[in-house]
């Protein structure tokens, strides 16, 4: 491979390889969102969903489900306690999600809403283990006649993925209560209603250039009235309007009939992760149309107003000055600053035609408002049969900035399509590879729910992304979809990182879309075989990348054979070169996964070359490996 190392072809995108955030699989609620207790205000369909009953030592009493109703139309529901006996302990206990994750020495917070009606109640509060052991315990009183917050923290003394939450009611009266919360201490930058540490850690590692939120079809929603609005997700936490999730049971492979999206992870939070992962932000809006696999109901063009103001809002409220309504919003929940967005997708996956009157009206207004603003248009999925060519061109005619191409195929779509961008057209639109996974057939024997995050979709996407690397003024964005998903909780498989209360794996896929991400340069350079760009012959695949600000080449080759490949590497016209290393990520078995239990069997390996000796010996690449080259 000839790297013409002072050839630079194209700049690489500051947003190249982002993620992709979706709350599927139990992304948000009951994984990145900290919160331990589900359904904590009582809004699930079912209003005591995750809770039971419990009485002790021959406590007594009734729990009332209260619906506000206009009075607090976003949080309606509170839960009416009455405790009947002056001795004993009548309560709630949560089960959290699949179980509440819980280590030892680490301090929990619980906060609750009171007031007290009658009487004077005293909360007693248990964490308890799976043994029913007691963890860690608190108590709250002396509640007043009005609505107010108390919190109170413990720590706890052991370990449990499983434990749960007593919530202990003594003493005669009547005691009105909601959002019962339990957060850990110890979340990501400690942040109160903030993020679980070690997800948020995984995703920092990967320096996304980007990070697109909150999805996919939970954008649009089943129906308009459960789509996902932004606005709904800003301000205090207790005036979020909960929703059903759009991954509850239906579309689950998983039962999950208690999936709904409390929003305590919302817009800001969002935001706020982008910033801390210095990830540029990418809201996708709902466009006036819902789910394509549900209801496909569209809002009609009469009616488009409001989804188009929400747009034109969200910049307010994301760049806007404190003095406007939007930018205050911000400012008060603590961030006066703008958070510099500098793009937005406007609908997700619309398929049909219908999109593109709704897209030309959103364009219209965003582009006389904002000119800065990039738009992202949905395009379907790839590769795309005759109305989304239709779809496409339409849009290239509109001078769409971006065309989010979604492809979910085999792996050796994905190898056999590593050329799909070099005969791009250049002064198209540019292309936004939205979601990409490659998709194995599920092995009979499968048991691990990381089943599908095999190392052969692994390689296959490493070398389809040669393609993209190479196309760098084309492809200017991409993401893995999804990105998180809970073991017992799944609906979607393959995901990049897999967690289960207490613990986190990245999957081979996610080590493919680190070495990119990582390594990602400021400028194309070619890498060639025999004068040809290196995609597929003799089952190589490669590109290249110069980094001038860190003075850094790196060669990215990917080899999808079952034989080692000496491959010669000559670095053309260059400059002096200084250190070398090699990364390899290699498996002996295509089904190869890594799970919480072992996760580290498909990982990558980093050893010096003297660089003196590129081009004099072949690297002997292994059988099916993804190998990064850097040289100082
Ligand atoms: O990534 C999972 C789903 O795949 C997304 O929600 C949707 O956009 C696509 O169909």
């Known amino acids: 491979i000839t790297v013409l190392v002072d050839k630079p072809t194209a700049k690489v995108s500051p947003n190249m390889w982002g993620i992709f955030f979706e709350d599927i699989n139990f992304a948000a609620d009951g994984g990145l969102y900290a919160e331990l207790v589900k359904n904590r205000s009582f809004e699930f369909l079912s209003p005591l969903m995750g809770w039971k009953e419990v009485k002790h030592d021959g406590g007594s009493g009734s729990t009332l489900i209260i619906n506000r109703g206009e009075a607090n139309s976003n949080n309606p529901r509170f839960a009416r306690i009455t405790v009947k006996s002056a001795s004993g302990s009548y309560g709630l206990e949560n089960e959290g999600f699949r179980g509440m994750g819980i280590e030892g020495g680490k301090q929990y917070n619980f906060s609750v809403f009171a007031r007290q009606n009658s009487g004077a109640t005293k909360i007693k509060i248990q964490l308890l283990g799976t043994d029913n052991k007691i963890l860690g315990e608190a108590a709250l009183q002396n509640f007043t006649d009005q609505w107010n917050k108390y919190s109170v923290s413990f720590n706890s003394t052991a370990t449990d993925a499983k434990a749960h939450l007593a919530v202990l009611f003594e003493g005669e009266g009547v005691l009105d209560v909601d959002m019962i919360s339990l957060f850990p201490k110890d979340t990501w930058k400690g942040r109160p209603n903030g993020l679980r540490a070690d997800l948020a850690q995984k995703l920092a590692d990967l320096k996304p250039g980007f990070i697109r939120f909150p999805g996919g079809c939970i954008v649009e929603g089943r129906d308009l009235a459960n789509r996902y609005q932004w606005k709904k997700t800003v301000g205090k936490v207790e005036d979020r309007e909960l929703i059903i999730n759009r991954w509850n049971t239906e579309f689950s492979h998983r039962s999950a009939p208690d999936y709904f999206q409390s929003y305590g992870l919302g817009f800001f939070e969002y935001f706020q992760l982008a910033e801390d992962i210095g990830a540029a932000p990418l809201p996708i809006l709902n466009c006036g149309m819902a789910c394509q696999y549900n209801t496909a109901e569209v809002a009609p063009l009469d009616q488009i107003d409001p989804f188009i103001q929400d747009a034109l809002d969200l910049v307010e409220f994301a760049n806007g000055p404190v003095t406007s309504k939007w930018g205050k919003l911000r400012a008060e929940m603590g961030h006066p600053a703008p958070f510099n967005l500098k793009m937005m997708g406007v609908g997700n996956e619309q398929w049909d035609v219908q999109y593109l009157d709704r897209y030309k009206l959103f364009a219209k207004a965003l582009n006389a408002k904002y000119p800065d603003i990039k738009l992202i248009t949905s395009s379907g999925p790839s590769p795309s049969g005759a109305q989304f060519d239709y779809l496409q061109k339409e849009l290239r005619v509109q001078k769409a900035n971006f065309l989010d191409e979604h492809y979910y195929q085999s792996p050796d779509w994905f190898m056999q399509n590593a050329s799909r961008y070099d005969g791009y057209d250049r ?81 081979p896929n996610y080590y493919v879309q680190k070495l990119f991400a990582n390594n990602k340069g400021t400028d194309v350079v070619p890498a060639l075989m025999d004068g040809k760009i290196l995609a597929g012959k003799d089952s190589l695949y490669s590109s290249a990348v110069i980094d001038k600000t860190n003075r850094q080449l790196i060669v990215k080759i990917v080899n999808t054979s079952s034989k080692p490949m000496p491959v010669k590497l000559s670095l053309q016209n260059g400059p002096a070169y200084g250190k070398a290393t090699w990364t390899e990520l290699s498996s002996a078995n295509d089904l190869d996964i890594n799970t919480l239990n072992d996760p580290q069997r498909v990982y990558p390996a980093e050893t010096a070359l003297a660089s003196a000796d590129l081009g004099k010996s072949p690297l002997k690449l292994k059988p099916k490996s993804v190998n990064v080259i850097k040289v100082s």
Not at 463 to 484: C, H, I, K, W
Not at 493 to 504: E, G
């Open 427 to 507: 002064n198209s639109s540019k292309i936004f590879a939205g979601e990409y996974a490659a998709h194995i057939k599920e092995p009979k024997t499968a048991k691990d729910a990381e089943t599908m995050n095999a190392w052969i979709s692994a390689l296959a996407e490493a070398a389809f992304m040669t393609g993209l690397e190479r196309n760098a003024d084309v492809v200017q964005m991409a993401s893995y979809a999804p990105l998180l998903a809970h073991v017992e909780a799944w609906q979607w498989r393959p995901d990049l990182i897999w967690f289960d209360n207490l613990r986190s794996v990245a999957t």
